[in-house]
């Protein structure tokens, strides 16, 4: 089952994305996308001679696609997430080896590109950026004269980052001072629209302060005096300057020795926009202009623990510098003097308050939560694939529901069957979880989740005809459909999304996903289509861009709040009941079956053999007159209860190590232990409980099959069964 679903996968998802990449090629050349087209043909061959045919070279052929299909679909953009998490912290070496590696697992899915950043990146910290620098300069010739500017602008930034700062200084003065002409006067009265920052300063407020920190390093601190002062007479009244005010006070304060102003302004109240780094080594150079080397050196030394890359060779020069000479306080000019003294005079600016991504809260909630909750199954009741673990565990059994346990509607979609039920839901709720939650929030989409997974529970309990029911696909798919309307409801926001072909994806995984349920019945489709209606229409309720955004902010925080607490409780009514409870409280009627009175469950079935709703409990009876009682008790145990048991599927048959049940007196009998493979593959371990004892003339003979762990964990309730039952 698993390979064909593996199979179907790279089909669905080859065929879309390989038809997506050959149309639109974003990377200049189709060669991905006929890859995955090609892996999507080959695993259709492969799903063919698995369901159909049984010609070798197509199970090959399969299986050639099953992996090429995983190399260019999940290995090789893996590998490239990695490096580049790899490049954001200036491993570079170590991102372009991965880089090398998933461009050989995923050919042309614009590896190239990355590389070729990644060596730009090598570059610009090597300090070797003329080739870069030669292309801008030659793009600037072609450029209008409105975009000459900002590849200036970037020239000087390339020169800033490789710290070359003399080469910047001389670009900039050459190039940038004074390519904006200044702003006209204004007539007293005259009401002017505020002007833009870069059109005051004349070139981009990063590009200005990071100038002036260029000229302060290479001595020129009257230069950059006279730019602060600008600054500060530009940027006067405005919020939106805050950050370019304090880090330009910041760099020329600290250049001019003042430890004590610096000390201020790196304080983590005033500087929560910057690294515990960043703060420390600015800290290091006020005190090693003030000529304090002892002081700059310790300084230099903490920062450097907490830098990497670039930064950390920047460090490693000052250190070197500062080991070579004696600290000599910089000596300021009169200019100079008179702007620290205004500075320092002047009020902090405000509170740098930088723009942080959100956290996927939700996301990593439910994750954990499914993690934490298999584990806690696995330790203290038993392996997630066991029948009778989930059924202790707070799956859905439609028997004990009808007997009052409501709260197993809540708790079934945490609880998986076996590790690789769990991993494909995590997986799916890391990925869509953190889209759903990019889209609608923490808290609405704690309540998607709740309320997706509580209608796919009720449907597969009102309709489903499977056996028992667990796990969260059905509020995945509630996500998946909340996410889908809202890319399409909204989809004027979602200009990008869609140009990457987002949309199309998620109606592909849906439909697929709902083949999957017409092909293994196994799979609980109520559930999957039930959540999936739920996310449809609470998705476009609690949409962020709906005309009643504030209500649906406020409804989706009450279904998140009562989601959670319905949850919380039946976690709790799930530890505090045990399988016998769930059986005893399950009302009981007198049930004649072949001849023979049985007080069991009143919902249990009665035809032919007696059977627990969910199929967990059957017991097979038979009542014939005494004849022979020794031989046909034998008979009865060796040849009759093990083909019955065989009948119901059981592979495989052997006789227990232990005995659980304590049998009632008069009863004689054996308990065996029955296996059989169920549709996942899953090995069932069941105990059969084969006995018999005379009624006067009569002999009731039968075999009970229960799942061991219940066996295990209510041996008395199938005593009581047992002492129950005689000829009627």
Request: proline share 5%; aromatic share 8%.
């Amino acid at each position: 089952m698993y390979y064909e679903l593996a199979l179907i996968s790279v089909i669905v998802a080859g065929a879309y994305w390989g038809q997506f990449f050959v149309r639109r090629q974003p990377h200049g050349t189709p060669t991905f996308g006929i890859m995955q087209l090609a892996a999507a043909l080959l695993c259709g061959i492969g799903l063919y001679a698995h369901r159909v045919a049984s010609a070798p070279w197509m199970g090959v052929a399969g299986a050639i696609g099953l992996g090429a299909g995983a190399c260019l679909l999940l290995i090789g953009p893996l590998v490239r997430a990695v490096a580049r998490r790899f490049a954001a912290s200036e491993r570079l070496g170590v991102a372009s080896r991965l880089l090398d590696i998933a461009e050989v697992l995923a050919p042309g899915s614009g590896v190239a590109d990355e590389k070729a950043l990644i060596g730009a990146m090598k570059e610009i910290r090597d300090g070797r950026i003329e080739q870069t620098v030669d292309a801008l300069t030659a793009a600037k010739d072609r450029a209008q004269p409105d975009a000459r500017l900002a590849i200036d602008e970037r020239i000087a930034m390339l020169y800033l980052a490789a710290y070359r700062w003399s080469d910047a200084i001389t670009h900039a003065e050459a190039n940038l001072f004074g390519a904006i002409p200044a702003p006209r006067p204004v007539t007293e009265g005259e009401d002017v629209p505020p002007t833009s920052l870069r059109r005051a300063l004349g070139i981009a407020a990063p590009v200005w302060v990071e100038l002036l920190g260029a000229y302060g390093r290479t001595g020129d601190l009257d230069r950059a005096a006279r730019m602060l002062a600008k600054l500060e007479d530009v940027c006067e009244g405005r919020e939106d300057a805050a950050v370019w005010i304090h880090r330009a006070r910041l760099m020329f304060l600290a250049l001019a020795g003042r430890t004590a102003a610096v000390e201020q302004l790196v304080e983590p109240r005033q500087a929560r926009h910057m690294s515990v780094a960043a703060r420390t080594y600015w800290l290091a150079v006020a005190h090693e202009q003030r000529g304090d080397r002892a002081a700059a050196t310790a300084a230099y030394e903490k920062a450097r623990g907490r830098s990497r890359g670039r930064p950390r060779e920047l460090i490693d020069q000052a250190l070197a510098k500062l080991a070579a000479a004696d600290g000599i306080p910089v000596k300021l000019s009169e200019a100079a003097t008179e702007v620290v003294a205004r500075v320092e005079a002047a009020p902090f600016p405000a509170q740098v308050r930088m723009p942080r991504h959100p956290r996927p809260l939700a996301t990593w909630g439910v994750t954990a939560t499914l993690l934490l909750v298999a584990g806690a199954i696995t330790v203290f009741v038993g392996p997630t694939s066991d029948v009778g673990v989930l059924t202790r565990s707070g799956a859905l059994v439609r028997g004990l529901v009808d007997g009052g346990e409501w709260w197993r509607i809540f708790t079934c979609v945490f609880v998986h069957v076996g590790g690789l039920h769990l991993l494909v839901n995590v997986i799916g709720m890391w990925f869509v979880g953190r889209v759903a939650e990019e889209l609608f929030g923490t808290s609405r989409t704690l309540a998607l989740f709740g309320i997706a997974g509580f209608a796919g529970a009720v449907a597969s309990y009102l309709a489903s005809s499977a056996g028992i029911s667990a796990g969260a696909s059905g509020a995945l798919f509630g996500l998946l459909g909340a996410v889908f309307i809202e890319l399409t409801w909204h989809r004027q926001h979602y200009k990008t999304a869609w140009k990457r072909g987002m949309w199309g994806g998620l109606a592909v995984v849906i439909l697929a996903q709902v083949g999957y349920g017409f092909l293994y019945p196994v799979i609980d489709q109520w559930a999957h289509g039930a959540g999936l209606v739920a996310g449809l229409v609470f998705g476009a309720v609690l949409s962020p861009h709906a005309p009643w955004v504030a209500a649906g902010r406020q409804l989706g925080r009450a279904i998140a709040v009562i989601s959670a607490g319905f949850m919380l409780t039946s976690g709790a009514r799930v530890a505090r009941t045990s399988i016998e409870d769930s059986f005893t409280r399950l009302p009981r009627i007198v049930h004649n079956v072949g001849g023979v009175a049985i007080t069991a469950p009143a919902n249990w079935t009665n035809d032919v053999e007696l059977a627990e709703p969910d199929g967990l409990l059957i017991i097979a009876v038979k009542r014939e007159p005494v004849i022979d009682l020794a031989g046909q008790m034998a008979l009865w145990i060796t040849e009759t209860a093990p083909t019955i048991a065989r009948n119901h599927g059981f592979d495989r048959i052997d006789p227990a190590t232990t005995k659980v049940i304590k049998l009632p007196p008069g009863w004689e009998g054996v308990e065996l232990i029955g296996t059989f493979a169920d549709p996942m593959g899953y090995r069932q371990p069941y105990r059969l409980i084969v006995c018999g004892r005379a009624f006067g003339d009569q002999l009731v003979t039968l075999v009970v099959h229960a799942p061991d762990a219940i066996a295990r964990s209510a041996p008395g309730y199938l005593t009581r069964i047992l002492s129950s039952i005689k000829p009627s």
